[in-house]
Structure formats: structure tokens, C-alpha cells
């Protein structure tokens, strides 16, 4: 089995993902959004490409079913129920409810991976569960496997690259064997001064730091914590549901 990473820099073509088990990364923030949406008792997170998609399905629910939510320029969309702040999805908040979702670089991505045998959606809150859940895929049936950098703006991400590269460590001992590619490679050797804890991520990446700007300094806390949910995120019929 091999693993690949694609590092943001360029858009997912079909072959990238067909057939593969693919874990799509976006640690700051849709990724830690969704899952701790899913942790709190979303029912579940319907992501799209584009807000007109959101407000056209919202159609076909009732009102209170749903909730919109999602950024554009990291600020909530106007009229939406939430942004992509993972504090702002608490229990109280989409308890028992669905998610439609749509951010500039995570639900784009994940879009892009329809083809994919088996898709996860992943940051390092949840990367031990989906090494778990991808690894059993993979292991089961002998499938390639392909990282995908969500990236920001159509750019590298350092963020999503350290956090492919804890992955592609992780699963390459998971699964003994397993040849990375050369982008597994270099996720590998990014990763490496990140190994015991990733908090100062908080200066080394220009999107937290951005962030930071923007007065979401504790939203990059929360998504450069490690494991806090024991949740892998599936995506499944077009839908991000929780995997234990």
C-alpha cells in the first residue's frame, strides 16, 4: 500500500482520490468545526462549495431542522446561523440538528474527493481516531491512501501540512509497509519539530497568526489541541457523520 500528500498547492484532480482511502485536513478551522459539532450531538454537517448551495437546500427542511453555518474571509456569512468558530458549536447550540456548511477551503475539498472509496475529514483533534478508522479501510482492503491538504486560499498551509505529516507517521506504523510518496515525505520532515505538541503553530503559521489578528486567538488554541475528540469524522452520501 502506498500513501500520497497533496499539499494545497493545487487543485484535487479525480485520479488523486479515486478509489483511495483519503483523509482531507483543514485544521484551522472547518475540520476541528465539524468535529466538534459532531462531538456535541450534531446530527449531522452537509458540506458545499458555495453559500447559494446552503441557502437552496436549507429550502427543502424545516426551519428548525437546520442550521447554516459557515465563513467567507473568516467572518460568518451574512444571515447564517454560526460562523466557523468551534466554540460557537456547543450542544445547546446544534444539539439533534443538521449542519449545512460551506467555508472557503474545507467543504471545497471535500467536495473534490466524490470518487474516494472511503473519505475522512480530519485537524489534530480527532487525528488518532481517523488514523484508527483509516487505517481499518485501508488494512481491509488494500487501498492506497491519499492526504489532502485543504490549504488556504488556493495556498499551502504549514498548519495542514505538520498535521499530514503526524498522520503519515502514525498510519505508516499502523500499517507496517505502507511506501509514502514524496508529499508523505515532506509532511514527514515538517511535521518532525512538531512531535511533541503543536501549540506553537500559533506563531509559525501565517493562517493562525491571521487569525489571531482577527480576534480568533482562542478558536487557534482550540484547534491546535491534540486528540480531544475520540471521532473520526466519515463522509459519507455527501454528509460528515461521526465514526467512533
Do not use: W
Request: hydrophobic share 50%; with cysteine; charged share 20%.
Amino acid at each position: 500500500m502506498r500513501i500520497d500528500v497533496l499539499l494545497g498547492e493545487a487543485p484535487v484532480a479525480p485520479a488523486d482520490v479515486a478509489d483511495r482511502v483519503v483523509v482531507v485536513l483543514d485544521v484551522l478551522r472547518a475540520a476541528t468545526t465539524v468535529a466538534t459539532a459532531l462531538a456535541n450531538g450534531a446530527r449531522a454537517v452537509v458540506p458545499f462549495e458555495t453559500v447559494d448551495e446552503v441557502v437552496s437546500r436549507a429550502r427543502v427542511f424545516a426551519r428548525g431542522e437546520v442550521l447554516l453555518a459557515g465563513e467567507r474571509r473568516m467572518q460568518r456569512i451574512n444571515g447564517f446561523d454560526l460562523g466557523n468558530s468551534p466554540r460557537e458549536f456547543t450542544a445547546e447550540a446544534i444539539g439533534g440538528r443538521t449542519v449545512l456548511y460551506s467555508t472557503t477551503n474545507g467543504t471545497v475539498a471535500l467536495v473534490a474527493s466524490i470518487g474516494a472509496r472511503a473519505c475522512f475529514f480530519a485537524g489534530f483533534v480527532n487525528a488518532q481516531a481517523t488514523v484508527h478508522a483509516a487505517s481499518v479501510v485501508a488494512s481491509a482492503e488494500q487501498r492506497d491512501l491519499t492526504i489532502v491538504c485543504a490549504g488556504h486560499e488556493k495556498r499551502l498551509a504549514f498548519e495542514d501540512v505538520v498535521c499530514a505529516g503526524r498522520l503519515v507517521r502514525l498510519l505508516h506504523g499502523a500499517l507496517p509497509g505502507l511506501v509514502r510518496g514524496d508529499g508523505a515525505r515532506v509532511a514527514e520532515l515538517a511535521e518532525r519539530p512538531y512531535m511533541g505538541g503543536v501549540s506553537s503553530l500559533a506563531h509559525d503559521a501565517t493562517h493562525a497568526r491571521s487569525l489571531d489578528a482577527a480576534g480568533f486567538g482562542a478558536d487557534v488554541t482550540a484547534c491546535l489541541s491534540l486528540d480531544t475528540f475520540d471521532v473520526a469524522t466519515a463522509y459519507i452520501d455527501r454528509q460528515l457523520v461521526r465514526r467512533v
